[in-house]
């Protein structure tokens, strides 16, 4: 994707042509590449090509640009998200920004940036807890824009923009609460493992486990009981 | 301020004995001790510690941390801030990103990023143009929503966070349009010479130059068309 960060003449967010799909669809081909080599028996679901059915349970999950409108206008938090699952279940997931060299890693009870071991913080206190969330546009029903009014306003300060890289930072121990919804199902299954291996707690709105059959909405924490007060302010309001 | 970037444990954005804050002090307090040994008859205004009034007609402006939101939650994407101001106007201007290593320059008729010179997109079409802007919460009143609401409709695509480090990327040719309101002097006179320097235009939404006496409300474009139809489409709203 490098060569064609920051060189973008023109916005093109769409057409089959436009760079930021030949970036996406070259990253995808990559590591399609290097699974077909590896891994020949898993099952592939990326964004940009045609699902390969596995012989066994395993299921690669690529999703080559999160963030697309953060690579488009230069701000290097864009990120390729890797998850492998098994039985509809996130079970590995890497978050990578490659123009910064950040590399997130977790299978659940782990996590590492870039080969060291990573936690998240234990803010327990709501009302001293920072808010990330990629943008407002993505909170697209009335019930969803005054469940995020009720957090942000029950909340010491919001961020915004971010995407996957949001929630390394979260596991990073540097944001203690990321609020999203509309997410599809590439968006979110590397955040899982990531999540969880370091500490923290990620669920949908109603505090159910995410899998690949989520509706796409999420709330992470990095911690336990935050994560609990945070639920009970959004009030049960979900796209689920 | 690296020291206490990614290594804060719980946020404090306003005590005197945060880490935010000691950060911003230790950023200022090195800025002037060099400038005091190189340019002693310089007046210098900055946002922690009192004014210098100097002996002549320069006066340097210094945000040692724009973005404190990014600061603390980990995104690389705060800055430190220089200009050199002349009779209320900025002349020069450095927008510096210490983790990322990026440092942009400009002097109003041209503009570096880390050396090399850069210059704005030629995006003459509003239709096209992907708009930037830091937070909705910067939009207090209800004319300042509508404004960004009439914008962000007649725009390709709206992409959100960024302060200061937006501006460098539309004065590098990535995003064609940024639109603020609130800010301060501290936060806008560094801009100024480095987006015309690249070959943009900024002024309030009035379409006025900005100065160390400007209101606050910023419109940025890579492009002088782009420029006046963004200004007809705000409408002649505006904090001033």
Redesign the interface.
């Given at each position: 994707m490098l060569p064609y960060f920051?060189r973008?003449?023109?916005?093109d967010?769409k057409a089959d042509s436009s760079p930021v799909t030949a970036a996406d669809r070259a990253a995808e081909q990559a590591m399609r590449q290097i699974l077909a080599a590896e891994r020949p028996g898993d099952g592939i679901l990326g964004e940009e090509f045609e699902p390969v059915a596995g012989t066994g349970e395993r299921l690669w999950v690529l999703d080559p640009i999160d963030g697309t409108?953060?690579f488009?206008?230069?701000?290097?938090?864009f990120t390729t998200l890797i998850a492998l699952v098994e039985r509809r279940i996130p079970v590995l997931g890497v978050i990578d920004q490659p123009w910064?060299r950040e590399r997130w890693f977790g299978d659940g009870t782990r996590a590492t940036l870039n080969g060291q071991p990573i936690q998240t913080?234990g803010?327990t206190a709501l009302e001293?807890?920072?808010l990330?969330s990629?943008?407002?546009?993505m909170f697209q029903s009335e019930a969803e824009r005054a469940a995020l009014a009720r957090l942000q306003g029950a909340t010491?300060?919001?961020?915004?923009?971010?995407d996957a890289?949001?929630y390394g930072?979260l596991a990073?121990?540097?944001?203690?609460l990321v609020l999203e919804t509309n997410l599809q199902p590439f968006d979110l299954a590397a955040l899982v493992p990531v999540v969880t291996g370091a500490g923290g707690v990620i669920t949908d709105w109603q505090g159910r486990p995410l899998t690949l059959d989520s509706a796409g909405d999420v709330l992470a924490a990095g911690d336990a009981a935050l994560h609990r007060q945070a639920l009970r302010t959004l009030g049960g309001c979900g796209t689920s």
């Open positions: 920051r973008l003449d023109h916005l967010l409108k953060a488009v206008t230069g701000k290097p938090m910064t913080r803010c001293a807890a920072v990330s990629t943008a407002p546009g010491a300060a919001m961020s915004w923009g971010g890289y949001a930072l990073a121990g540097c944001i203690d």
